[in-house]
Nanobody, 124 residues
């Protein structure tokens, strides 16, 4: 069982940066792949970024490549999403998720545990 708690969201202006954190409980955190998803009002939840347990393999949505960076610290049981050059279209609730196994997932149904989400609002 893994419990996830996101933090770091807020209201920023276009071009600003934010760093989201996701703290995980559970002894086997280091064996899970971790992902970030987001959901804007009226839209489906979409993939943002993911990272394997070893941190050597990452995946990004095209819309955030070059602007967002996912990382993890297994000793601290925390995964991060560094978001730079934010745009109004990045406004959404951001969710952290944990995947038990298999190929690095990019779809919500591939993940087994979810946090409660943190709101990111980017004003123009």
């Amino acid at each position: 069982q893994v419990q996830l708690v996101e933090s770091g969201g807020g209201l920023v202006q276009a071009g600003d940066s934010l760093r989201l954190s996701c703290a995980a409980s559970g002894r086997t955190f280091s064996s899970y792949a971790m992902g970030w998803f987001r959901q804007a009002p009226g839209k489906e939840r979409e993939f943002v970024a993911a990272i394997r347990w070893s941190a050597y393999t990452t995946s990004y949505a095209d819309s955030v490549k070059g602007r967002f960076t996912i990382s993890r610290d297994n000793a601290k049981r925390t995964v991060y999403l560094e978001m730079n050059t934010l745009k109004p279209e990045d406004t959404a609730v951001y969710y952290c998720a944990a995947q038990r196994g298999g190929p690095l997932g990019v779809q919500p149904h591939e993940y087994d545990y979810w946090g409660q989400g943190t709101q990111v609002t980017v004003s123009s």
